[in-house]
């Protein structure tokens, strides 16, 4: 079988095929990027960890992105972990018709949940019968995304825009009969494809993190085996405010340590280390694993005729989720002039393929 090919959208060619400019990003990017009657899938996906150590996930979805089709089954959902660490799921449900769109800036409509905003502010509101919440997200980087901001498989692409790389959030949270006002911090991507992430991508690291004086957003993507299991990683550092980009053109990767997880049996990375490369500087960004916080096979998170389709299909996919430390190292020249750390750092693996026994 013949190898395809796998690479980041970052030729002269792509930004004129995505209509996009290097190094700058526009409202109309984090508008709705694909058409409903398209095999296609989209999300808007933020994440925010409260000053009084609760977090909450919110994401909008135009269609499963496993298994997606060219009908619309658009859904909201809010995790909220609470202070001790109890996570609960809500979630809408609508019709096609509850949906709507725009594709000029980020407003998306499904059912009575809302999120809007233009890079700089977005307002987010959720609401079904168990719990109603509103939030804000004001940006404190600029906007940034990944050369073109895709990912291509041969005919396919995956495509990402960190929209808000770092945000101050404010929310207002009705739940059990009580009202909570909280601020903390925040995150929030877009994501939009047009083939199954199980045939493109065989697993994925992603992290990110406040490590001192940086922000660090980063994915290492190893492509599927119709793609020669093709290493993309990308990887955005804010340098005291200042964003360098890496992606396979100035980036090496270093993955060692490796380990079988004993729950998923799937190996894992526990040290990852990726060095960037510019004219005016190198960085090298350290993930170093102390303890794997959950994991789990995705099968086990089916029931009925799914998980039994899903075994006679031979799926073998699973998540997990590492603590440890995170460290940027500057170099100027060939010289450290600059060592950050943060201690308590989280990032995730996604394995969707079989394990790679080769």
């Given at each position: 079988?013949?190898?395809?090919?796998?690479?980041?959208?970052?030729?002269?060619?792509?930004?004129?095929?995505?209509?996009?400019?290097?190094?700058?990003?526009?409202?109309?990017?984090?508008?709705?990027?694909?058409k409903p009657e398209d095999k296609s899938f989209e999300w808007w996906y933020l994440d925010a960890s409260m000053d009084d150590g609760s977090s909450v996930v919110l994401t909008f979805m135009t269609k499963d992105a496993?298994?997606?089709?060219?009908?619309?089954?658009?859904?909201?959902?809010?995790?909220?972990?609470?202070?001790?660490?109890?996570?609960t799921t809500y979630r809408v449900d609508v019709s096609a018709t509850a949906f709507?769109?725009?594709?000029d800036h980020c407003?998306?409509?499904?059912?009575?949940?809302?999120?809007?905003?233009?890079?700089?502010h977005y307002e987010v509101h959720f609401d079904?019968?168990?719990?109603?919440?509103?939030?804000?997200?004001?940006?404190?980087?600029?906007?940034?995304?990944?050369?073109?901001g895709a990912n291509l498989f041969g005919d396919h692409y995956f495509a990402w825009l960190p929209s808000v790389p770092a945000a101050r959030v404010n929310a207002t949270i009705e739940l059990d009969g009580q009202t909570s006002t909280l601020t903390g911090t925040g995150y929030h991507d877009h994501n939009w494809g047009n083939e199954s992430m199980l045939k493109l991508m065989h697993h994925w690291y992603w992290g990110r993190a406040a490590v001192g004086d940086y922000q660090v957003i980063s994915t290492e993507t190893t492509a599927e085996k119709a793609f020669g299991y093709q290493k993309l990683p990308v990887m955005m550092i804010a340098d005291h405010g200042e964003l360098v980009s890496g992606d396979e053109s100035n980036m090496t990767v270093e993955?060692?340590?490796?380990?079988?997880?004993?729950?998923?049996?799937?190996p894992v990375q526990q040290t990852l280390r990726?060095?960037?490369?510019?004219?005016?500087?190198?960085?090298?960004?350290?993930?170093?694993?102390?303890?794997?916080?959950?994991?789990?096979?995705?099968?086990?998170?089916?029931?009925?005729?799914?998980?039994?389709l899903a075994k006679l299909a031979g799926f073998d996919g699973a998540y997990l989720r590492f603590t440890g430390e995170i460290s940027v190292e500057k170099f100027v020249a060939g010289q450290s002039v600059d060592r950050q750390v943060n201690p308590k750092g989280i990032w995730e693996l996604m394995y969707f393929g079989k394990t790679i026994t080769e």
């Open positions: 079988m013949a190898i395809q090919i796998a690479r980041a959208a970052n030729q002269p060619e792509d930004y004129e095929y995505w209509g996009v400019k290097p190094n700058r990003v526009e409202p109309w990017e984090d508008g709705m990027r694909t496993m298994n997606f089709g060219t009908e619309l089954k658009p859904w909201v959902s809010l995790e909220w972990t609470d202070q001790s660490g109890q996570t709507e769109a725009a594709t407003k998306v409509k499904i059912g009575q949940c809302t999120l809007e905003g233009d890079l700089k079904n019968a168990q719990i109603q919440a509103d939030f804000t997200f004001d940006n404190l980087l600029p906007s940034w995304r990944p050369a073109a993955d060692s340590d490796t380990i079988i997880d004993p729950t998923t049996k799937k990726y060095k960037v490369t510019t004219p005016v500087a190198d960085y090298v960004v350290t993930y170093a694993a102390t303890k794997t916080i959950s994991g789990f096979k995705m099968i086990d998170q089916l029931s009925g005729i799914k998980k039994f």
